[in-house]
């Protein structure tokens, strides 16, 4: 098999391993907030924690991972194994209404936090994967194809469970049992085309692995240390609302298992139509350049949703959101990727991920503080604020590679 056809069966076979990641993630990530609140009775600061605890646990999934990525002179098999482990967790959540009530809410937690040790070795050795077998000239045009299938299959499948949920009552448990048990079934076929993949054998110099947090090597790269100070900034604005959206549309907009459906299509649909406009772009004008308006229109979004509580009017809100998701998902990655060298690009992702993590856990629990502290409306505020403020980081991100001759521009002028 030639190279050209070979990357073209690496595309088909990771489209094919996505739309079974997307399905899970519609399936029972999408739903855990409402099953905490709906179900268990999970209070404001443990809904938080479904947020933020996976991410400080899968913090020392990094650090480990990212030792272990090191030594791999093959990144698949890995990657299987740990998203095989991190889907067994599914089995474990779905028999959670069947221990003691007391115990429910705690031990869902601990679940969902746990699952993420697996899952973050799968995300990190993906991402390093994913950076090997798709040439630089085919990423933004892959990844926007790729992300856009996913929203698709996505959109379809969150409005059939959407439907499906209105057939129970909304503290009702059977319907969560049934659907984690699907998603442990879509990770089979997620975990079967991802081993389908092809991938070169690297010859790695034995060398002494060094855990991230200590080796600083990797920061030595300007682009990629000021793109880090951006990206976890934005991610921090980003994800201190995350909780706080669920805590609104539950619980102060009052919304059922079909309307947190609708709010995903409307999200997917946005997505769906920005998808191929942000990968043209990005292509046009740099990721770099494109990144302080994704920061811009999801500093919008905060602001917009508090406005009211109507049902429809939050759908609405989705759609406008999900204009920018798509960007921040296909930018961010693709910019990670162009900031970093093949020579030491899974340390730095490792490195990366682990900041992310301690970001992630963060983020979602100081918007809670706010909730507890404020209200809902200062909290959302606070974040749309913080949001714009990224924006400022990008530009100044912006002009330095501009300024600095960043190889993203030389690549982009000599296609020119």
């Not at 299987?80 to 937690?109: D, E, H, K, N, W």
């Not at 994704?294 to 509580?309: D, E, K, Q, R, W």
């Amino acid at each position: 098999m030639d190279s050209e056809q070979l990357n073209s069966e690496n595309e088909s076979l990771s489209i094919n391993n996505g739309i079974y990641t997307t399905l899970i993630q519609n399936i029972s990530t999408n739903y855990f907030p409402l099953f905490a609140i709906s179900v268990l009775g999970a209070s404001n600061y443990q809904v938080g924690l479904i947020s933020s605890l996976p991410q400080f646990i899968g913090m020392f999934a990094m650090l480990i991972g990212s030792v272990i990525m090191n030594r791999l002179q093959e990144k698949k098999m890995f990657t299987v194994y740990s998203f095989l482990f991190a889907r067994l967790f599914l089995v474990g959540i779905a028999l959670v209404v069947f221990i003691p009530s007391s115990y429910q809410s705690v031990v869902f937690i601990v679940l969902v936090g746990f699952m993420n040790f697996p899952y973050s070795f799968a995300n990190l050795s993906w991402q390093a994967l994913i950076g090997d077998i798709i040439s630089e000239d085919r990423r933004s045009s892959f990844f926007s194809t790729r992300n856009k299938m996913m929203t698709i299959i996505g959109m379809i499948s969150t409005f059939i469970i959407g439907l499906f949920f209105q057939m129970f009552d909304s503290s009702n448990p059977l319907p969560y049992v049934l659907l984690y048990f699907i998603a442990f079934l879509c990770g089979l076929m997620e975990i079967y085309y991802l081993k389908k993949h092809h991938e070169k054998r690297k010859t790695i110099e034995e060398k002494k692995a060094k855990i991230p947090f200590i080796s600083l090597s990797v920061f030595k790269n300007k682009y990629f240390l000021y793109f880090i100070i951006c990206a976890l900034f934005f991610n921090f604005a980003w994800q201190m609302c995350w909780s706080l959206f669920s805590i609104y549309q539950i619980k102060y907009a009052g919304a059922t298992g079909l309307w947190i459906s609708l709010f995903a299509v409307a999200n997917s649909i946005g997505q769906i139509i920005s998808f191929k406009w942000w990968g043209r772009m990005a292509e046009k004008h740099t990721n770099a350049k494109m990144l302080i308006l994704v920061a811009v229109g999801m500093a919008v979004a905060p602001f917009i949703t508090v406005l009211s509580t109507n049902l429809v009017y939050i759908v609405l809100t989705n759609i406008f959101a999900g204009l920018f998701v798509s960007g921040t998902i296909l930018l961010l990655f693709n910019q990670l990727l162009d900031v970093t060298e093949e020579k030491n690009r899974s340390e730095c992702i490792s490195n990366y991920n682990i900041l992310l993590a301690l970001v992630a856990f963060a983020a979602p629990q100081f918007g809670v503080f706010l909730l507890e502290s404020t209200n809902i409306y200062t909290a959302m505020n606070i974040s749309g604020f913080l949001r714009a403020i990224s924006g400022v980081f990008f530009f100044c991100f912006y002009v330095f590679l501009k300024k600095n001759g960043n190889v993203t521009y030389k690549r982009r002028w000599a296609k020119a």
